[in-house]
């Protein structure tokens, strides 16, 4: 057998083994493939949980959420001086779509109290003052809904 012949010899041989291997693999792969599935239905489900961990502070709903939302956009007067989305407007309210508390700890307790009191123009970062419940003479009831649905908003 000439060098040539014995190396084409070679080529074929691996070239069969690694057919056999491909075939093999196939079923192999499928396998890996519905367990792969079943993982993924395992971290849903996890992340499912997840959600339900990053529960609604005790008392709230998501209903008490949604009455929030309607309390910050109308009768509380909350989107004058925080914008629309709580965005924030320059010189008046705070950003309260973000994750940074001046002036209570981001709770919701913490953001009720801030809201029953309002801030002082001295604690204001920007010298503004908000009046207790944002001026607005919203019910306590309501406080504790808007608070509910500006606590989501910095989640
Ligand atoms: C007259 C304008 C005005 C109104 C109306 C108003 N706020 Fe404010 N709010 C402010 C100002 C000013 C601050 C303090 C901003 C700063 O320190 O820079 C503030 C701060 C806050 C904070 C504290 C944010 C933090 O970082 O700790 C919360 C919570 C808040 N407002 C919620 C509300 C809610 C809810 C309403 C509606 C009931 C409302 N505000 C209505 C002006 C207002």
């Given at each position: 057998m000439s060098r040539k012949n014995s190396l084409m010899a070679l080529g074929l041989a691996f070239g069969l083994a690694a057919f056999i291997a491909c075939s093999g693999g196939e079923a192999g792969s499928q396998e890996a493939g519905s367990g792969a599935s079943a993982e993924a239905q395992v971290s849903d489900a996890a992340a499912t949980e997840g959600q339900q961990e990053m529960?609604?502070?005790?008392?709230?709903?998501m209903e008490t959420v949604n009455q929030g939302k309607d309390v910050y956009a109308g009768?509380?007067?909350?989107y004058v001086c925080h914008g629309a989305e709580g965005q924030g407007m320059p010189g008046l309210g705070?950003?309260?779509?973000?994750?940074?508390?001046?002036?209570?700890?981001?709770?919701f307790d913490g953001i009720v109290q801030t809201v029953m009191n309002g801030v002082d123009s001295g604690a204001s970062t920007t010298g503004t003052a908000m009046p207790a419940k944002g001026g607005s003479g919203i019910t306590d009831d309501q406080v504790r809904q808007v608070a509910a649905y500006v606590w989501t908003l910095g989640k």
């Open positions: 529960e609604l502070p005790e008392g709230v709903t009768a509380g007067l909350c705070a950003n309260l779509a973000d994750s940074d508390w001046t002036h209570s700890d981001g709770s």
